[in-house]
Every structure is written in C-alpha cells, then in structure tokens.
C-alpha cells in the first residue's frame, strides 16, 4: 500500500492538527500520512479516543463514545437523535454493531486552529456530559449487578459514585434531564 501524497490544502490542516494537540498538550499520533488519532482527557468519560482524517475535501473527525447498549436500545439511540438537534459540528451515530461515536466533517478551508479547538471541545464536552447517561439508560441492570456485587463484598464503589442516588433507592435510573 502506497502513502498518499497530500495537496497543499491537505498539508495545512495535518500542520494545523499537529500544532493544536501539541498546544493542548495531547496524546496523539500520525499513524498514516494525513490520519491522526488523538486521546481527549475528560471527567466522566476518563478518556475519548478520536481519529482525525484528512480528506481529499474535508477534515473528518470520528470519536468512540461508548459500546454498544445492553438494554433499552431504543431509549438510548432516541435520546442521542434528540441531543443531536443541540450540537456543534458533530452528531451521535452508530456502527454496524451498534457502538456509540461522535462523527464529524470540516472543510478544509475551514481548518484553523481556533475550528479545530472548537471541535475537541465540541467532542470533548459531548461524549463527557453524555456518557453517565448513556450508561444509566443502556447498561443500568450491569451497573446495579456491579453496584450490589461491590457492596455485598465490601468492596469500593467509588466509579459508581455517579449513580448512587437510584442505586440506593432500588429503582430505574432517572430519565435524561436536557
């Protein structure tokens, strides 16, 4: 398999990807010319790897968020198309298997580094302030399983701090506040 040769549009927004996640201090690599993955820190979400793909037109950015649901499959994906009408520059979709990413398209000419900054905020607050709910919706009978397995064995719960309030009170998770 041969390297792509990049365009000089190209090259300026591998350059501009190279410069932001250097400034920001990132965890990235350029795996193939013009492909770059990239690791966001977050808090709930303690980690988002993204892949960053310079295209022949447009910058594209896809971000794992989460696998795929072990219940209320239907729930989960409704309340991801909803959240999607309030986001900048990504969406929720899902793969062939049903995982749960945050995709995205830039054009190239729009490729600066305060676009680009935006964007990893953009991916960086979405998959951070969606994942606890992601979990409450589609994985809560794993998490109380967890949660009741932990304690009857005297062992911390302190990842699942999150979700004590209905884990407590032997009840369903809360529906989604937006």
């Known amino acids: ?43 709930k979400k303690l980690q988002t790897p993204c892949r960053f793909d310079v295209g022949e037109h447009a910058l594209g950015v896809h971000a794992f968020v989460a696998r795929r649901p072990d219940e209320n499959h239907e729930r989960v994906y409704r309340w991801l ?26 054009p190239l000419s729009s490729v600066t580094p305060d676009e680009v900054d935006r964007l990893l905020g953009a991916v960086l607050t979405y998959a951070d302030e969606s994942f606890n709910t992601i979990l409450e919706l589609g994985f809560a009978t794993s998490i109380r399983r967890e949660w009741e397995w932990r304690r009857s064995r005297g062992e911390s719960t302190r990842n699942l701090e999150a979700f004590r309030g209905w884990l407590e009170k032997d009840r369903p998770p809360p529906p989604p506040a937006d």
């Open 1 to 43: 398999m041969t390297e792509k040769t990049l365009t000089g549009t190209q090259r300026d927004a591998a350059a501009t990807l190279r410069e932001v996640f250097d400034a920001h201090e990132l965890e990235w690599r350029e795996i193939s010319q013009g492909v770059f993955t990239v690791v966001l820190p977050g808090e």
């Open 81 to 106: 198309l909803e959240r999607n009408l309030k986001l900048y520059g990504v969406a929720f979709a899902v793969d062939h298997m049903g995982d749960i990413y945050l995709d995205g398209r830039l």
